[in-house]
C-alpha cells in the first residue's frame, strides 16, 4: 500500500465529509432526513455518472480516481458506492448477485441496525 494513496484517501475523505456536513446540515428539516436523502441520492448519481463517463473509457488516472472514488465519495457516502456496484450489476444482467446486494445491504444492514440499537439500550440501561 503506497503511502501517496493513503494521503489521497484522507484528503478526499476530508472533503467528502465536509460536503456530507454542509449539505445534510442545510438539507434536514422536519421529521423526514432529507438531508441524509438529497447525500445519498447526489452521491450515487455523481459517483455512477463520473464512473461511467471516465473509468469505463480509461480516462481517469489512478490518483484522481483514488482521490474522488474513495476518498471524497467514501467521506461523502458510502451508500454511492453500493449504488454504483448494484448498478452495475444490474447492467451486467446479473440480478441475483444485484437483488442479493440489496436484501443484504438494505434489508441485513437495517436488521443490524435494529439489533445494535436493541444491544446499546439494554448495555446503557436506557
Known amino acids: 500500500m503506497e503511502l501517496r ?7 478526499g ?4 465529509g465536509v460536503m456530507r456536513y454542509l449539505v445534510s ?6 421529521d423526514f432526513p432529507w438531508g441524509t436523502f438529497a447525500v445519498n441520492f447526489t452521491g450515487t448519481f455523481l459517483l455512477t455518472l463520473l464512473f461511467f463517463m471516465f473509468i469505463q473509457g480509461g480516462y481517469l488516472n489512478p ?11 467514501g467521506g461523502y457516502t458510502t451508500f454511492s458506492t453500493f449504488g454504483l456496484e448494484t448498478t452495475t450489476l444490474i447492467r451486467e444482467s446479473q440480478f441475483a448477485l444485484a437483488g ?3 436484501l443484504l445491504n438494505a434489508g441485513l444492514c437495517l436488521a443490524g441496525g ?5 444491544a446499546g439500550t439494554w448495555l446503557g440501561g436506557t
Open 25 to 30: 446540515g442545510a438539507l434536514t428539516r422536519g
Open 5 to 11: 494513496f493513503v494521503a489521497l484517501v484522507a484528503a
Open 13 to 16: 475523505s476530508a472533503t467528502g
Open 63 to 73: 490518483d484522481l480516481r483514488t482521490f474522488l472514488f474513495i476518498g471524497v465519495f
Open 114 to 118: 435494529m439489533v445494535g440499537a436493541m
Open 100 to 102: 442479493a446486494n440489496i
